[in-house]
């Protein structure tokens, strides 16, 4: 397919400190994608995933609330999440070829008492590892032995003011100051052993929390983390938790007025691209769940957390880690099937799925390559090289 003459590709791909947060990854994984564009049955590069469905706050802005599944009862002992299927994942993703795991999903992962072993047991297998926590239920006798095994730490913290953050996040005011204490000693951590781990926090905004987002600014700062995002708030196909994403663009001022908070240690880093979008999507079909997959806390495997929900087990739920070995669910029949329905003319994502997903920046980089013939640069200089370049 011959490229179309002047096609502008939006794709947003500025490096700040070394990382890409506002973009993908995929000029960095040509192998994989050359692979897939042949027709073969690829293993993901990034797979985001729970250890639990369990969580300790009530996010307002939560979407776990929307992706109740029973692919395995929490207190069915036979089929739960046991250190002996969190093992058996873990060495068949790296058989696969799996590059990155975050343990960023439908649960709060550090509630699950193996999440420090799974962490190691993964890096030692050649994976990078991740995580986003509230930062709660760290365990401060097994933070820097966590450090030193994560490519980074994702600090989930919604608000710069203690009331204003209980308020969003859930919890109680004392808690704030918890989690506060937590930065701090990873930060110290990190500095004192000059570990590579990136330590940063991530805002879920919804534009009714614009108040918080120069409090958490400067608070950020403070602490001395490597970053503050500050992402959308994505809601389902049915509008769940009221998003109206024109509202955003009234937050333009606020926005930009944190971003100039930014020094050479912190980012200050709206993710502009999904922010001013007004929620839209340019393509319709659904090409970035093989490259990105996602996983439930419950064990159920599917292409992502907006098809988590029981009433897409019919068409997108592919199978349960505690029933089968992952190595055999990507290679299988059902895995395939359900990834080809996403990329055909059954699937919609401008209409079937929730806004602006896990997978959008890949899905957009990844459209005008399809259906455009647009190719995708391939950057093989290590001086272009981002951090976390195994989590696209």
């Known amino acids: 397919m011959e490229p179309k003459k002047n096609i502008t590709v939006p794709l947003s791909q500025a490096m700040i400190n070394g990382m890409i947060l506002d973009g993908d990854k995929l000029s960095h994984h040509q192998d994989r994608v050359n692979a897939w564009m042949r027709g073969e049955r690829i293993a993901p590069i990034t797979i985001d995933m729970a250890l639990t469905r369990a969580c300790n706050m009530r996010c307002t802005f939560c979407y776990a609330m929307l992706q109740e599944n029973e692919a395995l009862a929490l207190n069915d002992d036979k089929n739960k999440m046991s250190p002996k299927v969190i093992d058996r994942f873990l060495d068949d993703a790296a ?12 649960g709060e992962s ?3 008492p193996y ?3 799974a962490i190691q047991r993964g890096k030692r297998n050649g994976i990078d590892m991740a995580i986003g926590t509230n930062g709660m239920l760290l365990r401060e006798e097994r933070l820097e032995e966590m450090l030193s095994a994560l490519t980074y730490i994702r600090f989930n913290f919604s608000g710069g003011e203690p009331a204003r953050y209980a308020e969003i996040m859930g919890c109680r005011e004392e808690d704030f100051y918890k989690v506060v204490d937590k ?15 990136t330590i940063g926090m991530q805002m879920v905004f919804m534009p009714q929390h614009k108040d918080q987002l120069m409090p958490l600014a400067r608070l950020s700062k403070s602490l001395g983390v490597d970053y503050l995002v500050i992402k959308h708030c994505s809601d389902d196909e049915l509008g769940s938790l009221g998003i109206n994403y024109r509202d955003y663009r009234d937050c333009v001022p606020e926005l930009k007025a944190a971003e100039t908070e930014s020094t050479k240690e912190t980012a200050i880093v709206p993710k502009w691209s999904k922010l001013t979008s007004e929620g839209k999507r340019v393509y319709q079909r659904c090409y970035g769940a093989p490259f990105i997959l996602q996983m439930s806390g419950s064990s159920l495997v599917a292409p992502c957390g907006m098809l988590f929900h029981d009433r897409y087990k019919q068409d997108f739920h592919i199978g349960s880690i505690a ?11 059902r895995y395939w099937e359900v990834m ?7 699937f919609d994502a401008q209409r079937m799925c929730g806004a602006l997903c896990l997978q959008h920046k890949v ?9 455009h013939g647009v190719p995708i640069p391939s950057l093989s200089d290590e001086k272009q090289k981002p951090l976390h370049v195994n989590f696209i």
């Open 363 to 371: 899905n957009e980089r990844l459209y005008h390559l399809v259906e």
């Open 95 to 106: 058989e696969v070829g799996v590059r990155g795991i975050s343990f960023v999903s439908d």
């Open 183 to 197: 930065i701090k000693k990873s930060v110290e951590i990190k500095r004192e052993r000059k570990l590579d781990v």
């Open 110 to 112: 550090t509630a699950h």
């Open 323 to 333: 029933e089968t070995p992952f190595k055999d669910i990507v290679r299988g029949d």
């Open 115 to 117: 999440v420090y072993d």
């Open 340 to 346: 080809k329905r996403l990329r055909s003319e059954e």
